[in-house]
């Protein structure tokens, strides 16, 4: 969900630009604007604590303004790698990023590669990531229609991704899908994958199965983990928080467990109509399948998703925008 790309940049060649250059492909020289290290430092204040949005075990993100277009004041995210990250991964990323064009992926606009720096420069997603909305108080700022629409649009991207049959998998939490557009975690790792290291177009769909039932389910207070956790407490199965993280262990046949009313946001739950919500729990769980020739594939998923809309809104104009 989050795999990213972008257009040219003006900035890209200043003066500095010489320093950071490196004898890349002749597609990459092409197509992808290259940013010196010094101006990057310049626009985070030598990355600065107070410029950073995100860590994580692979790369640092932080939130700065560069010249872009003739502004001066152009929004970007910079995805600072690991000194680890191999050098063939980077440029292949870069060259395969690059040439995505999609409204419902994050656009790379460029990179640095200067000694040991790796950096991917991306368009800022202004609106914030659906991880912000589901994992924060203001997820009842969003409608569940609109909800919808942002998962169907995550699914689009993907859709999108899974018709040029290469590239990087999803496998991540829901972080870089556009909310203004809807990105990884053991969580979210298809079985099959964590035991084979075998990727194919079904892992991204068990993913994607993640974050639907995290936007269902998941409130400021407790993911979707914490619930399976606590219910699962209740009853006479012992489970350990590290059992989620288990490739043999059947996150759908732990759904099927439990009521919708269990493991749904009961603030969520007022909103949807049933016929609606049928409809997203049942491709939820067929992407979570274990199996995975028994899941979809994300055509199907965003078929199933856009129906799901459908039925919503026609219950809204049968009730008047009424609860359920």
């Excluded at 732990?254 to 009313?261: A, G, P, T």
């Amino acid at each position: 969900m989050g795999i990213m790309f972008g257009k040219y940049l003006s900035f890209c060649h200043s003066e500095h630009a010489s320093s950071s250059k490196k004898p890349y492909p002749s597609i990459i020289e092409e197509l992808c604007p290259q940013f010196s290290l010094e101006d990057l430092r310049k626009s985070t204040n030598n990355f600065d604590a107070n410029h950073l949005t995100e860590i994580s075990a692979y790369n640092r993100v932080y939130k700065c303004c560069i010249k872009h277009n003739g502004a001066s004041d152009f929004t970007v995210a910079l995805k600072r790698l690991n000194r680890e990250t191999d050098l063939w991964k980077f440029k292949k990323e870069i060259e395969f990023h690059f040439q995505l064009h999609h409204p419902n992926l994050v656009s790379l606009i460029g990179f640095c590669n200067h000694k040991d720096e790796k950096i991917l420069v991306y368009e800022h997603m202004s609106n914030g990531s659906l991880y912000d909305y589901i994992y924060s108080k203001n997820i009842e700022d969003l409608s569940w229609k609109k909800l919808l629409e942002i998962c169907i649009g995550a699914a689009k991207g993907l859709h999108y991704l899974s018709h040029r049959n290469q590239g990087p998998p999803l496998n991540s939490k829901p972080k870089p899908v556009k909310v203004d557009k809807v990105m990884g975690s053991a969580d979210y790792i298809a079985p099959e994958h964590v035991l084979t290291r075998i990727f194919t177009d079904k892992c991204d769909v068990y993913s994607f199965g993640m974050v639907l039932i995290e936007v269902v389910s998941t409130t400021y207070k407790h993911t979707i983990f914490d619930k399976i956790i606590m219910l699962e407490s209740s009853s006479d199965f012992s489970l350990d928080p590290f059992d989620l993280m288990n490739p043999f262990v059947d996150i759908s046949e732990m759904l099927e467990r439990f009521s919708v009313d269990e493991i749904i946001d009961p603030i969520l739950r007022r909103k949807i109509a049933p016929e609606c919500l049928a409809v997203f729990i049942d491709v939820t769980k067929r992407c979570l399948s274990r199996e995975a020739n028994e899941r979809p594939n994300i055509g199907e998923v965003e078929v199933e998703l856009e129906l799901a809309l459908a039925l919503q809104e026609e219950a809204d104009d049968r009730n008047h925008g009424g609860g359920w």
